[in-house]
């Protein structure tokens, strides 16, 4: 019988160019639904949605918190659900991976930078890191390496293409280079023999594009839990006729 964890790693390989792996991404378990019920074959949380959802600023909410808020989700679905969990909320591998087989995910997020000082790891250091999860989870876990160059300011392709190469041969399955600029995704797809996830934080260009230059797997961080709320504001200024609330001008 196939596990959901492989039924998830099956889904990276062997697509057309044209068609890459689009998961949308959670903030509980009510949108968890609405994404299966759908039709799509796997979910990704994101850490800064979930955060929102339960009152924290990104990068703020507690480990224990934004485990349990992956459980709901993961209990909520039939589907496979792959958890970001930031860049493992300073656990140990054994206890990082661990809590992930506990809330059910078949896969997650681990950055290399530090959100609280913006600085980049050691890309050896943070390979040590990988592999350690790796020798942990075995085949249990689908490890996406977060690469956070463009994201703090590096934007020499060779720097990315680098670290890329130390995290796949760590044993990450997919490597998440986020913000990089389209036109460098053929030389990253050049430089990796792994699956490459690219956020798309509005569909331009649209995703059979992505998937043509070179991404494997579309998520789209918090933005879908952005564009619920702001649904939700329209509607409770819709409520309160354009008046505005207590204290409000």
């Known amino acids: 019988m196939t596990t959901q964890v492989e039924t998830f790693r099956a889904l990276h390989h062997g697509r057309d160019a044209d068609d890459p792996l689009v998961l949308p991404g959670p903030w509980d378990a009510a949108s968890a639904r609405a994404f299966a ?7 990704a949380t994101p850490s800064a949605g979930v955060s929102a959802s ?3 600023e990104d990068g703020r909410t507690p480990a224990g918190e934004m485990f349990a808020a992956v459980a709901r989700i993961v209990r909520a679905v039939g ?11 300073g656990l140990p591998a054994k206890e990082l991976v ?12 681990l950055e290399d930078s530090d959100s609280s000082t913006s600085a980049l790891e050691d890309p050896r250091r943070q390979a040590d ?16 390496a977060r690469v956070d160059t463009y994201l703090r300011g590096v934007t020499d392709p060779a720097e990315t293409i680098a670290r890329i190469r130390l995290y796949v041969a760590a044993g990450a399955d ?6 990089v600029p389209v036109d460098h995704l053929p030389l990253l797809r050049a430089g990796t023999g792994v699956p490459i996830n690219v956020v798309a934080e509005a569909l331009d260009p ?8 070179g991404a494997t797997r579309i998520t789209f961080g918090p933005g879908l839990q ?22 409000g001008g």
Do not use: K, M, T
Not at 136 to 144: H, I, K, Q, R
Not at 206 to 213: C, F, K, W
């Open 37 to 43: 019920d759908a039709g799509f074959p796997a979910l």
């Open 54 to 56: 339960l009152g924290y």
């Open 79 to 89: 589907v496979p659900v792959s958890a970001d969990v930031e860049a493992g909320y």
């Open 98 to 109: 661990a809590r992930l087989l506990e809330s059910g995910a078949v896969g997650c997020n």
């Open 129 to 144: 890191r990988l592999a350690d999860v790796r020798a942990e989870a075995g085949d249990a876990l689908f490890v996406n």
């Open 174 to 179: 997919c490597v998440y280079p986020i913000r």
């Open 206 to 213: 649209p995703v059979a594009e992505l998937g043509r230059l």
């Open 226 to 247: 952005r564009r619920a709320q702001a649904a939700v504001e329209d509607i409770a200024r819709e409520l309160r006729g354009g008046r505005p609330g207590p204290g």
